[in-house]
Structures are given as structure tokens and as C-alpha cells.
């Protein structure tokens, strides 16, 4: 069974920064996942903010940009979603997703809350 384990959430001042992990199980070939992070705000349907592929190439929502960096470390098995100058309306549950072309596995999720 492949597990997803997030970490790194919690509250934050807006202009603050957090780095979010994504902790992959051992029975996983992590380097052929593409790697994603997606958020989901009370009341809103889950958003796509960050992929990044087996390759490298990424791509950010709008919303994020400049902002947000996602980043791997295969021989960890972990992925990484740094997140500066952080705002009241990133506030969410962030997800973590590895999929590839015949699986599709999520994490928990962690909490974000940026409040003052």
C-alpha cells in the first residue's frame, strides 16, 4: 500500500513562509511520479497549485506564482512546497498527489491557516 504523508503545516502571520513535505512509502518508484500539491479553502473545491514532473518541468497556478517552489528529493522520496510572502487567502488543507500513468495515490492532507 502507498502512502502519502504531508507535514509542515500550521499557522502563520501573512508575509510569512512555511516549507510543506510530502513524505512518500517505500514501495514507491518516486522518480517516475509526477508530484503535485493541490489546496482546498472552506467552502471551495480543491485547487491545483504546483506539478512537478519525473523531468523536472513545473508549472504554478496564477495565484501562486512567484511565490510558491515545488521541489523533489527522489532519494528521499519526499517533495517539498515552499511557500513565502503567504496570505490570508492561501489559507487551506494542502495535498499532496503522485500520479503516473496507471496510479494515482494522495495524502491527508495539512493545514495551513496565515492569520494575523
Known amino acids: 500500500q502507498v502512502q502519502l504523508v504531508e507535514s509542515g503545516g500550521g499557522l502563520v502571520q501573512p508575509g510569512g513562509s512555511l516549507r510543506l513535505s510530502c513524505a512518500a512509502s517505500r514501495t514507491i518508484f518516486f522518480s517516475i511520479y509526477t508530484m503535485a500539491w493541490y489546496r482546498q479553502a472552506p467552502g471551495k473545491q480543491r485547487e491545483l497549485v504546483a506539478t512537478l514532473t519525473s523531468g523536472g518541468s513545473t508549472n504554478y497556478a496564477d495565484s501562486v506564482k512567484d511565490r510558491f517552489t515545488i521541489s523533489r528529493d527522489n532519494t528521499k522520496k519526499t517533495v517539498y512546497l515552499q511557500m513565502n510572502s503567504l496570505k490570508p487567502e492561501d489559507t487551506a488543507v494542502y495535498y499532496c498527489?503522485?500520479?503516473?500513468?496507471?496510479?494515482?495515490?494522495w495524502g491527508p492532507g495539512t493545514q495551513v491557516t496565515v492569520s494575523s
Open positions: 498527489n503522485a500520479i503516473s500513468s496507471s496510479a494515482d495515490y
